[in-house]
């Protein structure tokens, strides 16, 4: 993304790795009240919006993520990048 922040990589990264692993999107894990909220992961978990898990047959098989934009905007940039590549909508069905 233009003017994104270099650090907006690793940032990336640790929302596709803690979205594909808790098979949520990141938006949903920073929820207040919300008890799948951990505090440390090794230095890859992050509960900030923009990572999304991608679905097949009822299985997570990968995991966007998406930062340098608010965190509103870095996650429907995630579930639209999901949805241009798997039309049908069912890789972007969590487990809510």
Known sequence: MDG????SVSIARNKA???SGHMKPTS???TPGNRSIELSNNNTFSVVGGGRP??????????VGISGGTPTEDD??????????????N??????
């Open 54 to 63: 991608i679905f097949w047959k009822g299985k997570v098989i990968g995991a």
């Open 28 to 30: 949903i894990l920073g």
């Open 17 to 19: 790795i803690t979205s």
């Open 76 to 89: 429907e940039i995630a579930a639209t990048s999901i949805a241009s590549i798997f039309p049908n909508g």
């Open 4 to 7: 994104a922040k270099f650090t």
């Open 91 to 96: 890789a972007i069905k969590s487990k809510l």
